[in-house]
């Protein structure tokens, strides 16, 4: 099982960001749409999820799901044990989740763009109706802080708590159904 350690960076200039990611030598992996379900067993009250199940399937028709534990929060970053496979048929694994008693709660398009550069891994997402942010993950938290200082975002606004309550808290949207 892996561990993620993350922060999102507020308010960022996509095409600055990017460009200072390609003069580090940055790998640009991929930019895609993506589409994400999200369930959970049903009748849970929200905020009492003990953890997080996702199906995303991605513009180029790649389907994975991640089980994503409780995330605990270390000051600038959190982390979160995670599990991660790929799966062929995303839409009757949706209808295997609802027989097992689980419930479809939230749906979300973004566009992604993720880069690699040394140990870190860059995505910059944009949600409808928001300004884009920029996801950094990194080994520890002094390395996610490493990567910010790198990037010149020092001064940007960071979020470790989860992308649902920077968009409800932050941006005042419908997180539950994001669609472009």
């Known amino acids: 099982m892996a561990y993620e350690i993350e922060t999102k960076v507020l308010d960022i200039d996509d095409r600055a ?8 030598g940055a ?7 993506l589409a994400v379900t999200w369930y959970r067993p049903r ?14 399937s991605n513009s180029e028709g790649k389907h994975e799901v991640t089980w994503k534990a409780k995330s605990e ?23 295997l989740f609802l027989e097992i008693g689980l419930e479809r709660y939230a749906y979300q398009e973004k566009e992604r763009a993720s880069f690699e550069y040394k140990n870190w891994r860059f995505e910059i997402d944009q949600y ?3 300004p884009a942010f920029l996801e950094i993950e990194g080994e ?6 490493e990567a910010i200082t790198l990037l010149d975002l020092a001064n940007n606004r960071t979020w470790a708590k989860g992308e649902c309550t920077l968009i409800q808290e932050v941006y005042g949207l419908d997180w539950y159904n994001m669609k472009f």
């Open 17 to 24: 960001v990017r460009e200072r990611l390609r003069s580090l």
């Open 27 to 33: 790998r640009k992996i991929s930019e895609t749409r």
């Open 43 to 56: 009748g849970t009250k929200e905020g009492e999820d003990p953890w997080f199940l996702r199906i995303r």
């Open 73 to 95: 929060i270390l000051g600038t970053a959190r982390k979160h044990k995670e599990i991660n496979f790929t799966v062929a048929e995303p839409e009757k694994l949706a209808d």
């Open 128 to 130: 409808p109706g928001m």
């Open 140 to 145: 520890s938290e002094e390395h996610v802080k």
